[in-house]
């Protein structure tokens, strides 16, 4: 019975009537519209509007929209701060949240709005939670910024950072370039975690194709917008809960999807906690398996070419990477998508601009595996990520340089006591260490500033920026603070990444680690009340997502 109808409800109508609803509204299906707006960032600064014309759609197709708003962080702001904590610890939160307003207020259905990194995941994990028919919308890429007759984004910012330390751009520069490297609204404008995630919510099923790609200040986005409303109402008629179009197989294809647009190592984190909150079975050597096998072919920053976020819009967008994919059999067709199309649907529907150079087939990759490869062996028994940028397989043998936090190891590599051949390890900055797991751009971009970036490793129980790129490898697990291995590692011992044999190995004897084991004392935490406090009890493995639940 409707709210409108009950007699006991009064004393809610009461509220509503104070709203401005009529009585005829409140018999109508109710779809929430989560928004993650914050005024602290530019990636999700569109996201009011965009629920205003969401909440259209709605209206128009016979429902009443009930909007709200979630927090979420900015990973660019909080970069080399204590601040990136919140970061991951977002992610639950937003979640939460998401979660909690539905369970209060019984949507018949609803729409997520996300954009910045954490909020694409979280808003996935929330409705996977509620499982009532759901879409969605993703608020879309950034423009690049144009600097001297080059396209920029926030990486070229970051790596700027190193290139000042060599001389080779001066404080002028940096700051020029900063003027220009991110025109207006939206999320970082490559394939960075936002947009991985983005595609992500594609290739599950639960974002219509070809709505996500539309840049966030692109004119068609706030009719694409209202088309989501729209499709929440038809999800809503079709019974499209996350339960029947969230499945092994939509999740496999965004397994695919990551690999071969070459994306974050966040996704293997996300993918986890969305396939765990799903009731999934996922294990992390999955993903590094459907890495390992499956080419990239979008020449997109950091890892596949030089080409950002608007580029692949204007080339075909994610619609045309299913039809190459679907083409060479990589996808499993046997999905619901919540449109109501089929994934040939949408590859028939891709608009590929002749000459385009964004997307390739798969028998001409740009790279020809995936940008991702998990290790295991001593020093990650629980595994752990590689970034491969779709390169070869190395194999780095070199001196361990061991730092126990990350503004310990910036010092070092500011102070120029990082030299090729270097291991360098920052550890107590997992997810229940750090606490919070924070994002090492800070080192990954000065390093590859100052021409390190394929003479070094990093190896951390921290995890990477999307932007990131180099020797990387993060999320090893067990993390120091619970006494992993990576806790027991010293200056100069030698560590082995062999990419190819999918190992990452301390050669210290097992006595000798024993010996360190017994003398090891888990540190005090720096922040040891609130929010992040509840985090570290809960979290879980990051091999496991770092979920708290
Ligand atoms: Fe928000 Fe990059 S910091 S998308």
């Not at 939460?96 to 990194?117: N, Q, T, Y």
């Not at 692109?218 to 809960?241: C, F, P, S, T, Y």
């Not at 997810?431 to 590859?448: D, F, H, K, N, Q």
Request: glycine share 12%; aromatic share 4%.
């Amino acid at each position: 019975m409707s709210i409108a109808d009950d007699p006991d409800r009064a004393p809610a109508r009461s509220h509503l009537y104070a709203m401005g609803w009529s009585e005829e509204e409140m018999r109508r299906p109710v779809v929430g519209i989560a928004s993650t707006w914050t005024g602290t960032m530019p990636c999700n600064l569109t996201h009011r509007e965009l629920a205003a014309h969401v909440a259209e759609g709605v209206r128009a197709a016979g429902g009443t929209p009930m909007e709200f708003n979630t927090i979420a962080v900015s990973d660019n702001l909080t970069m080399h701060t204590p601040g990136m904590r919140a970061s991951l610890v977002s992610r639950e939160v937003i979640a939460d949240s998401i979660e909690l307003m539905g369970r209060a207020h019984e949507f018949d259905a609803l729409v997520v709005i996300v954009g910045c990194d954490k909020t694409v995941p979280a808003g996935i994990m929330a409705l996977a939670r509620l499982d009532v028919p759901s879409v969605v919308l993703y608020s879309g890429s950034m423009m690049p910024g144009r600097w001297r007759g080059r396209d920029v984004t926030i990486q070229d910012m970051w790596e700027a950072l190193g290139e000042r330390a060599v001389g080779r751009l001066d404080q002028s520069d940096l700051d020029d370039l900063a003027r220009h490297a991110c025109p207006g609204a939206g999320t970082c404008a490559a394939q960075y975690t936002a947009n991985t995630m983005g595609g992500v919510a594609d290739f599950l099923g639960l974002a219509p194709f070809g709505v996500g790609d539309i840049p966030a200040v692109a004119e068609d986005k706030n009719a694409a917008a209202r088309r989501v409303g729209e499709i929440a109402m038809q999800a809503l008629a079709r019974d499209a809960r996350p339960s029947r179009v969230l499945t092994a197989d939509a999740l496999h294809n965004a397994i695919v999807s990551v690999a071969a647009m070459g994306g974050s190592t966040n996704a293997v984190l996300h993918l986890l906690a969305i396939a765990r909150e799903a009731g999934l079975p996922l294990e992390i050597d999955e993903i590094g398996e459907v890495c390992r096998r499956t080419p990239i072919i979008t020449g997109l920053k950091p890892s596949g070419g030089e080409h950002t976020a608007l580029d692949l819009w204007r080339a075909g967008g994610t619609s045309l990477v299913v039809r190459r994919l679907l083409e060479a059999g990589l996808l499993r067709e046997n999905v619901t998508l919540v449109d109501g199309r089929t994934l040939a649907d949408v590859a028939a529907d891709a608009q590929e601009r002749p000459g385009q150079q964004v997307v390739a087939s798969v028998e001409q990759p740009f790279k020809p595996r995936g940008a991702l490869a998990i290790l295991r062996g001593s020093l990650a028994p629980d595994g752990c990520v590689l970034k491969l940028g779709g390169k070869d397989d190395f194999r780095h043998e070199g001196p361990a340089k061991v730092f126990d936090s990350e503004n310990d190891c910036y010092l070092a590599i500011e102070q120029d006591r990082i030299v090729a051949g270097d291991v360098i390890v920052v550890r107590y900055e997992g997810p229940a260490g750090g606490p919070g797991m924070r994002e090492m751009l800070s080192i990954t971009g000065p390093l590859v500033g100052r021409g390190l970036g394929s003479s070094v490793a990093l190896v951390t129980d921290g995890r990477f920026s999307g932007v990131s790129h180099g020797r990387v490898i993060g999320h090893v697990a067990p993390e120091a603070y619970h006494g992993g291995p990576i806790a027991l590692v010293r200056d100069g011992d030698t560590v082995i990444i062999d990419s190819a044999a999918g190992t990452i190995e301390l050669a210290v004897p097992e006595e000798e680690l024993e010996r360190r084991r017994a003398a090891w004392r888990r540190p005090e935490r720096e922040v040891e009340r609130g929010v992040l406090t509840k985090y570290a009890a809960t979290v879980g493995s990051a091999s496991d997502g770092a979920v708290t639940a």
